[in-house]
């Protein structure tokens, strides 16, 4: 069954990247997801305040990926306490956020938010709400790592690798 799920992680190249190569994703995009304001580009994301969060889409076979496992492995690249920072990326539009499409996905959600807390005595600072907006990010974003592979990634090689 095709699933579709909405990972903020930092700088979404990164998370795209890293995503694309998990077995049973079928399909990565990046967008701007939950801000006040309608197609914003990226310059408005980064310099005016809309509210828009740096997000990946994830298309996905669930019968050969659960939910979990996806949340598991996004957990293993992000520092989930830090508030709207993410490596070098600092802002409201790097936070992160687990969006989802389908309200059954919130329970899994919301209990495996509850297991990561237990590895941290900060508290998590992962936001799990409903997609409201999504809108898909410029052309140039997308796949952008692989457009430039010494582009600046967050994420460390030895992730990639372990991913793959």
Same mark, same amino acid.
């Given at each position: 069954?095709?699933? *579709?799920?909405? @990972? ?5 190249? %990164?998370?795209?990247k890293?995503? *694309?190569n ?11 997801? +939950? ?7 990226y310059?408005e ?13 994830l298309v996905?076979?669930? #019968?050969?990926?659960?939910?979990? #496992? ?6 293993d !690249?992000?520092?989930?306490?830090s508030?709207?920072?993410? %490596?070098?990326d600092?802002?409201?539009? $790097?936070?992160?956020? !687990? $969006? ?8 899994v959600?919301?209990? #495996?938010? !509850? ?6 005595? *900060? +508290? ?5 709400? @409903?997609? @409201? ?6 052309? $140039?974003?997308?796949?952008? @790592?692989?457009?430039?592979? +010494?582009? $600046?990634c ?11």
């Open positions: 069954m095709q699933k *579709e799920i909405y @990972l903020a992680g930092g700088c979404f190249w %990164g998370t795209e890293y995503f *694309e998990v077995s049973g994703v079928m399909q990565t995009e990046v967008g701007y997801a +939950n801000g006040q304001t309608e197609k914003p580009t310059k994301v980064c310099n005016e305040n809309t509210g828009h969060a740096e997000t990946v889409k996905y076979d669930e #019968s050969q990926v659960s939910l979990s #496992s996806i949340l598991e492995l996004y957990y !690249v992000i520092n989930p306490v508030i709207n920072r993410q %490596g070098g600092v802002g409201s539009q $790097y936070r992160t956020g !687990v $969006y989802f499409v389908d309200q059954q996905d919130e329970v959600i919301k209990n #495996s938010i !509850v297991e990561l807390q237990k590895k941290f005595k *900060e +508290n998590i600072a992962i936001e799990v709400k @409903l997609l @409201l907006k999504y809108f898909k990010a410029e052309e $140039y974003h997308q796949k952008y @790592l692989d457009k430039n592979p +010494n582009g $600046y967050h994420i460390t090689k030895d992730k990639f690798d372990k991913v793959k």
